[in-house]
């Protein structure tokens, strides 16, 4: 009687024992939840098309108006007062876009005041003067890019001449109107432009009129 009731009152204070199987690995497939979950590489198939490649031609610049500064001689055209190289031109022209034809070709109107001066020497009857044409060249400019720096341009237009300045103090002296075929003249040319910085380039024109050369900047 007294073991019984001695182990009675043991097992009543220890309580029923849980048994847990011990391991020395975790379970294969438990997942990390710290770790990120990373995607797999896809591989290009061999053979496989490349994308097509974006074409580098910066065509902004001709998007917008640009200015010109450009000085020149007479070149195919001269009449009495204009010989080359023995005057000069200054051109201040406004190229404004009308349409941009495909991704590198442009067509501006090219527009601006402008002079061209010669310094007059006669002997008989010895006389010095100086002659001075106010010009409005008014032509198309078609603008082609073969890089993002280099382009390519043709001209076609109107060189107009409304007054002109003769510093003799003969009645062929003074200032006056333009008259007659000194007026207006076709004009043809072709040009090359070579970007220093985007907005600003380099121009040279060859024309039927002027032989000319300056600088370009995109406004």
Do not use: C, W
Not at 16 to 45: C, D, F
Not at 60 to 87: D, M, Q, W
Not at 150 to 178: C, F, K, N, Q, W
Request: glycine share 8%; no cysteine; hydrophobic share 40%.
């Amino acid at each position: 009687m007294g073991i019984s009731l001695f182990s009675r009152a043991e097992f009543s204070k220890s309580g029923p024992q849980l048994l847990t199987p011990k391991s020395s690995t975790a379970p294969k497939n438990s997942v990390n939840l710290e770790q990120p979950i990373t995607q797999p590489n896809l591989l290009r198939p061999k053979g496989y098309p490349s994308p097509p490649k974006i074409d580098p031609i910066k065509s902004s610049t001709f998007e917008s108006v640009s200015f010109s500064a450009l000085l020149g001689t007479p070149l195919g055209y001269e009449n009495f007062y204009e010989k080359r190289f023995a005057s000069f031109g200054n051109f201040y022209l406004f190229s404004i876009p009308i349409f941009r034809l495909n991704r590198v070709l442009f067509l501006h109107l090219e527009t601006g005041p402008g002079f061209s001066f010669a310094k007059l020497t006669f002997e008989n009857p010895p006389q010095n003067y100086s002659h001075l044409f106010l010009v409005a060249p008014v032509r198309f400019r078609l603008i082609y890019s073969l890089s993002p720096n280099l382009h390519l341009e043709g001209l076609a237009g109107v060189m107009l001449r409304p007054i002109e300045y003769d510093s003799r103090e003969t009645t062929d002296g003074g200032t006056h109107a333009v008259k007659g075929a000194n007026f207006i003249t076709g004009d043809v040319g072709v040009g090359l432009d070579y970007n220093l910085t985007p907005p600003l380039k380099v121009r040279l024109l060859i024309g039927y009129l002027f032989l000319a050369g300056g600088l370009e900047l995109t406004l």
